[in-house]
């Protein structure tokens, strides 16, 4: 079975199962919203959205520039996931968002990240069928920090017996020699953060197989996209 | 001082000097052929320019495909450079032509590959002003191989005391922590040469700091741009 990278989103050419990648800090974030007991998590491209999809009773998550935007309850910090225990979280990213859009029509959808490359390259692999890892990249651009993330990834999935197919694959899987913490603090994602005091949420997104939560797919909620174990 | 590394040219956006990469096998073999002593070195952007641009008592190198076309003397193999002494060799190739001429307007223009990396950094650092390496890439798409490349050369501008700008800088830099055979190994470039029964290329491409020949442009002939010492 083979497995491709794509540094940036290919909409519409996900049949089998896609796993997206935004590893500062949506995907990591998300799992983690996940692994501290909430029910779903419904992703929203941006912050109007997200407002507009929240019902009664649910978390708004999002962050513009790195913090929460006015009336949001969480800034999509990977360190600040506490409240949302059996609630409902509607996370609004961009990158993230969009690049799961582009992954619709995939059997199976997941988010990975370095907290849980060995979980989800083993639900990837457990799906049948071709693995596409779907990097976010950043506005339009290859981002250093996903294509990092997707590298680790492959180099799981390569353990379970697929084969990397295509130049951006190996590209990746060369680049996930490296340790993560040097990498992702080089990403223009990292000094982002770094820049409004959140360099600590860089080494925390660095942290490799410290869970094996995977968020899955479960359908549409108007332009939300619900995600749940 | 500071350099930055393109993985596909940017026309028109090199000030300083640019170091232009072809590493499998174009500004390899420029390189070779002034090093066995040709006079001068003209880059034809194709098959036909090239034997438009060729005078008498020229040689013509060149490849479709990997091997040399009909009426051609050599075909751009690392490997065959033999009876070039005292003569100016008229080369045909197609991305890295594309890529030294994106790179015109720049100060100086050099070529790059892993076997002069070592003193391409030292040209360029000596140069004055900003750096930048382009990578020729594979028809518009990024290659895995000139991104090594531009890594290791980068690698050494550092230690010459230029620091990396920009996320794609970063990227190579780490890429080039891996060593040099399987990174150029997995390229497409080198299994297109393989296929064709070209595999030893690739072996002679991938080493490092083989000769100290860096290829300069001089200036243009038509279409083609000549490259001396």
């Known amino acids: 079975m083979k497995f491709r990278i794509d540094p940036l989103p290919q909409p519409g050419s996900y049949p089998g199962t896609a796993i997206v990648v935004d590893v500062i800090r949506a995907t990591t974030t998300a799992a983690l919203y996940l692994r501290a007991g909430a029910k779903a998590l419904v992703l929203a491209p941006g912050v109007e959205v997200a407002r507009s999809l929240r019902q009664d009773g ?35 990213t961009t990158n993230g968002t969009r690049a799961a859009h582009a992954a619709l029509g995939a059997r199976h959808i997941l988010l990975g990240s370095l907290q849980n490359a060995q979980a989800v390259a083993e639900v990837a692999a457990g799906s049948g069928g071709e693995v596409a890892i779907v990097c976010a990249g950043k506005e339009g651009n290859i981002a250093l920090d996903d294509l990092y993330t997707a590298g680790v990834i492959g180099r799981r999935l390569q353990a379970l017996g697929f084969a990397p197919e295509g130049e951006m694959a190996h590209l990746a899987l060369f680049l996930a020699e490296n340790p993560p913490l040097p990498v992702l603090t080089a990403s223009e994602a990292a000094k982002a953060l770094v820049a409004v005091g959140l360099g600590e949420d860089v080494a925390e997104c660095a942290r490799v197989d410290a869970h094996r939560v995977v968020p899955r797919f479960l359908g549409m909620r108007g332009e939300g996209m619900v995600f749940g174990l």
Chains 1, 2 share one sequence.
């Not at 009336?71 to 059996?86: H, I, K, M, Y």
Request: no cysteine.
């Open 58 to 92: 649910e978390i708004l998550a999002g962050e513009v520039g790195g913090l929460p935007p006015e009336g949001f309850d969480l800034g999509n910090s990977p360190r600040e996931v506490g409240a949302v225990a059996g609630k409902t979280v509607v996370m609004a």
